[in-house]
């Protein structure tokens, strides 16, 4: 492989590195409005829930913060308002991709 195709290979990873760190805003949001997350949450004000900036803070760095926010959203955990418990609310959708930007857009925050 002489050095101009490197230098090619090298630049096309990059622009797949940057789609990866970029979650679609715009998506993500949708969907939580139709899924009601906003009732609870907020980009940066608590509600009954912490606000999504708060969840990026504390997930910063970690290795396992995809996959635990991923199964957060879809499994309904048992989490407590005001002392009542109830079920957590699951995105709706079961497509993992737009599951997955959703986890992304938050952690990015
Ligand atoms: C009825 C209120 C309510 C709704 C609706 C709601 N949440 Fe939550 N959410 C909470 C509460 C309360 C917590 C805190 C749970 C805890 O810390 O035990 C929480 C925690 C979270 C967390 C942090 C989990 C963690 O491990 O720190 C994320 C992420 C989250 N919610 C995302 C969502 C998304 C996405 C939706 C929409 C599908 C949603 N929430 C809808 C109340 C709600």
């Not at 906003?38 to 290795?63: I, L, Q, R, S």
Request: proline share 4%.
């Amino acid at each position: 492989m002489n050095f101009r195709t490197s230098l090619a290979m090298a630049c096309g990873l990059m622009t797949a590195l940057a789609a990866q760190a970029a979650p679609d805003a715009d998506a993500a949001q949708a969907l939580m409005r139709k899924s009601d997350c906003f009732k609870c949450h907020a980009v940066d004000k608590k509600k009954d829930g912490p606000p999504f900036k708060e969840v990026a803070k504390k997930y910063k760095g970690k290795a396992e913060a995809e996959d635990k926010l991923v199964k957060h959203i879809t499994t309904s955990p048992t989490v407590e308002i005001d002392g009542k418990k109830e079920e957590h609310r699951a995105i709706k959708t079961k497509d993992a991709g737009e599951i997955k930007n959703v986890v992304q857009w938050i952690l990015s925050l």
